[in-house]
């Protein structure tokens, strides 16, 4: 049962990772065709670094709790990489997304393919967590049943 609830929550948890994916590839397509100002977008965009952060974790965490080692060695690198952005931020910057060099050194396309390969990883991961919840909840063959104690055998 604990597998079957890990899974589900997994999959919610990377549903909503991806939605906010997309959300982010709108937000910088927006800023990238002048409809938005680099400051209201940077912020619109720095408000979710430290939710991503912690959905990415609790994943690793829910998989570690369940003993799927497989699963989760699947997630850290994920895990380890939004991390690794967040961690690395130059002093002075207001946040993951910077007004003021989001347009130089390409730092504008770099960010929208870090969020087209992470809206493919979350996809790709949602249908696996998907398969895994429906094989753990069909654990067993639901086909195979024992014969009726009633029922004389030839």
């Known amino acids: ?51 991503k952060i912690v ?3 609790i994943i690793v965490v829910g998989f570690l709790t369940d003993s799927n080692l497989w699963m989760a060695l699947v997630n850290i690198p994920a895990a380890a990489w939004v991390i690794y952005e967040f961690v690395t ?11 003021t060099e989001i347009h130089h050194r390409g730092q504008l396309k ?19 967590y998907l398969y895994f919840m429906i094989l753990a909840i069909l654990k067993g063959n639901p086909l195979e049943t024992e014969a009726p104690q009633h029922v004389n055998k030839f």
Not at 111 to 125: A, E, P, S
């Open 1 to 51: 049962m604990w597998e079957i609830l890990i899974y589900a929550f997994s999959m919610f948890m990377t549903g909503a990772l991806l939605f906010l994916m997309v959300y982010s590839i709108i937000t910088l397509s927006d800023l990238e065709c002048d409809y938005l100002n680099a400051q209201e977008c940077c912020n619109r965009l720095n408000f979710w670094v430290r939710p």
């Open 55 to 57: 959905a990415q974790t």
């Open 89 to 99: 931020v130059p002093r002075g910057n207001t946040g993951l997304f910077d007004p």
């Open 110 to 128: 770099k960010h929208m393919r870090n969020f087209v390969i992470f809206t493919g990883w979350y996809l790709i991961t949602f249908f696996f």
